[in-house]
Structures are given as C-alpha cells and as structure tokens.
C-alpha cells in the first residue's frame, strides 16, 4: 500500500482537463489512493501544430488548466471560468480517493519563471536528467526553495524527482556503454555525454558515484528509463545499486 503510481508529464494542453480528470480520478481509484499526478506545458511543436494547439500559448494553457483539473478532482459539482478552459457543475466519477485531491507535480527544466510556476501551482517538481546535470539541478533547487519560501511554503517538505534518467546497468562499463549510447543518441538525437550526469550509464560502481552525485544535489526521487531489457536492468539496478545509497 505504500507503492506509488505517477504519471510521468503529461502534456496538460494537449489534453482537456475535464477528460484528464476522469483518467486521473480512476487510476486514484485503482492505486488505492496512491496516485502522483505529473503535467506539463509540452515541448514538442508539431504535437501543437497536429491538434491545431496553439504552441505559443502552452504555458497559459498549463497554468489554467493546473487550476481547472484541481477544482474538478476536489469534490462534485466544480466550476471553472478561465481564459482556456470553462464548465460549469460538473462532477467527477468515480471520485478520487485523496483529498482534497491527488497531489500534481509540475515539471520545469530550470528556467526561474518555470519554477516559480511549480511554487505557486504544485504540489512537487519533475526536474529532467536528460536536460540538467547535478549541479544544474542544484542550483535550479535553490531557486524554487527561494519562491517556496517566498510564499510561506516549507521546501524540505515539498517533494521532487528527477526524471528521464535513460539507464543501462552492466558488471563492464564498456560493455553497457556499446549497448546504450547508441540507442540514447537515436532517441534523444544528441551526442552522448558521458561526463554531464545526465545519463545511468556503465558499471555498478560509475552507476552508484552518479546517483549519489544526484542525490548530494538535493534529489528526492529519481526515475530511471532502461533502453533495453527493462525487467533485468531493474532487477540489477536493486540488487547492485540501492545497496549502500
């Protein structure tokens, strides 16, 4: 009962809250009440373009519709009247478990605005191994206890993860780089790099130095992506990194 469920980001604009609340509001349902709600403003333009979404409004359209999926998973009959979004009396069911509602993490890549955003609006922060390293982290950590604070809100007690950390795990460093780069070069469309922390990539000992470089940052919560071979790289990942964390 002590498992989680999260959603990853879900691109918020993308989607129209109402739907997003009845998604949100079963999957409560079915964890038990353990569910972590994750959105975001997206990124990709042509997911905009294909929905005929305007891109350039992404971030309005996330703070409004934050707003909107809080009222419609907090109790029946919610309204909302936004520059976006606007019901009126609408109830979701089933009803989620948590109350007031399942708790919704915004992500950010750092930017001041972006985090400043999460202090306001969430209830955690996703940051991305993929876009920051460690000490980017760090410091982007800073900035948003800074805006917690600033608005009367405890930063040790409002969580965060650290997400899209593509992972390959392996007893021979060089070994588990030859499997992994090239599939995170073709995913992610950049040159690996090795040395930025973004990447859970080599033997158990590089592996483990890395995780607590991340956790030394300030990092509550990291989620790893094996590229391949998910069930063993998760099964070694318990057996040979958690250990002495």
């Not at 029946?76 to 979701?92: M, Q």
Request: charged share 20%; net charge negative.
């Amino acid at each position: 009962h002590d498992l989680k469920i999260a959603t990853g980001v879900v691109g918020l604009p993308l989607r129209h809250p109402v739907a997003m609340a009845q998604s949100f509001a079963t999957l409560d349902v079915l964890s038990g009440g353990n569910l972590i709600i994750g959105v975001g403003e997206g990124s990709t333009q042509s997911d905009f373009d294909a929905l005929g979404i305007p891109f350039q409004e992404r971030r309005k359209m996330l703070v409004d519709g934050v707003v909107a999926l809080r009222a419609l998973l907090s109790g029946p009959g919610a309204s909302h009247h936004g520059p976006f979004y606007s019901f009126d009396d609408i109830t979701v069911a089933p009803a989620s478990l948590q109350k007031p509602c399942p708790p919704i993490w915004l992500s950010g890549w750092g930017a001041p605005v972006g985090l400043r955003r999460v202090a306001r609006l969430g209830d955690g922060w996703i940051a991305s191994a993929w876009h920051s390293s460690p000490e980017e982290f760090q410091t982007a950590l800073g900035v948003l206890n800074s805006a917690l604070e600033s608005r009367g809100r405890d930063p040790d007690d409002f969580p965060n993860a650290v997400n899209t950390m593509f992972m390959y795990v392996d007893a021979d460093g060089d070994r588990a780089r030859q499997v992994a780069v090239p599939i995170i070069e073709r995913t992610t469309r950049t040159t690996f790099d090795g040395e930025g922390g973004h990447f859970l990539v080599g033997d158990y000992e590089e592996c483990k130095t890395l995780l607590r470089r991340w956790m030394d940052a300030g990092a509550k919560q990291i989620c790893v992506w094996p590229v391949t071979d998910a069930p063993r790289q998760i099964q070694m990942f318990g057996e040979y990194l958690l250990p002495g964390l």
